[in-house]
């Protein structure tokens, strides 16, 4: 189980985190609604300095009550989360306790106080946008913190997204691996990709996808705003004696030039934005050529719930990923349908294999605490990307979101 913070807060770094929100009044109303959230919701509740009993449903531990229910009062989710890294509340069943409030979202708020939410919570923040200049700020902001960090919890592909499991496949670092090469295959199968192919890729990634491709003797440029990203994927390239057959260049997709047969994007357009998926898809359809493919990995949710957190600004963007917006596939095919000559012909959901996939990463990244203090990354920061990770796993877990490969043709 995770452990309270063993050293003071670096007020500089996380001033959010150390500053606790103030009003009484509020925190009690946040009280009640927790009290009457938990059993809603089949969690338990624990307060108090000495560690819950084991066994039951899953504990939401408040080592400092006070302070959880004045964050909760005053700023929701974010608050929730900012709890959890300063250490006010903990849990030995972190991820089972978030699937069971993802699975009961909707119930946890009493009716007559759900349009409070809308006035209350923050709202996204101008610099949220995803302009060509903020893009840069916000890829930056995650992918540029640190390729040694990335490469302790993920496999050796240095694949950072969704794998796609059999059954027979060990739910560890090998099996991870080996169901990472089978998701990029299948996009790359689905794009059509084989000798000769001129294939552009949209978000490199540390290169595994433009590697495969290459040596299945596409001739490949492969676009990415991660400076640290880049510099990686072009050690690997030449590592495995590619250079001839992959550029990789810091360009931003609305920028990218030439004509291609197939152009494939893994978990690139969750980053985009709403406002932009309209230059997104129509630098898709320009592209590529009359009659090529485009493949796309993307999360999705539900376009309901889409439409209703929309507007939203949470914990993870304030965090981890500025910026961006799970789409819905019915929102995908509208764009699509209404701005470009792309159909789509196929679909493959696989959200229960990202859950999979998130369990491996979280273990194997807080097996490697002693290694993450040793990059310079401290306690906060490794309670913040355990929290991201869980949260996205029970996310996957509970069915609220989901992941997709979809392939689109292009008519001529």
Known sequence: MTTVNPTPLDAERWPDVVRVPRGRLRAAAARLVTARAAPLSGIRLHTGP?????????????????AFYARLAQDGLIGFGESYMAGEWDSPDL???????????ERLVPRALQPLRHITLPRRPASDRNTKAAARRHISHHYDLSNDLFTLFLDRTMTYSS???????PRDEDGLARAQERKIDRLLDSAGVGEGTALLEIGTGWGELAVRAARRGAHVTSITLSREQRDLARERVAEAGLTDRVDVELCDYRDATGSYDAVVSCEM??????RYWPAYVEALDRLVRPGGKVVLQSITMEHGLMRASRGSYTWMHKYVFPGGLIPSVTALRQEFTTRTR???????????????TLQVWRRTFTDAADEVDALGFDPTFRRMWTFYLAYCE??????IID????????TA
């Open 342 to 356: 792309l159909r789509i012909s196929d679909r493959l959901s696989f959200g229960p294999d990202y859950a999979d």
């Open 403 to 410: 992941v997709e490969q979809i392939t689109l043709e292009s």
């Open 269 to 274: 357009i969750e980053a985009v934005g709403e």
């Open 50 to 66: 000495t560690a819950p009993p084991e066994g039951g449903d899953p504990v939401l531990w408040l080592r400092d009550p006070d």
């Open 163 to 169: 794998a796609l499991f059999t059954e027979d496949d």
């Open 394 to 399: 029970a996310g996957f877990r509970s069915g």
């Open 95 to 105: 991820v089972p306790l978030l699937t069971r409030l993802a699975t009961h979202y």
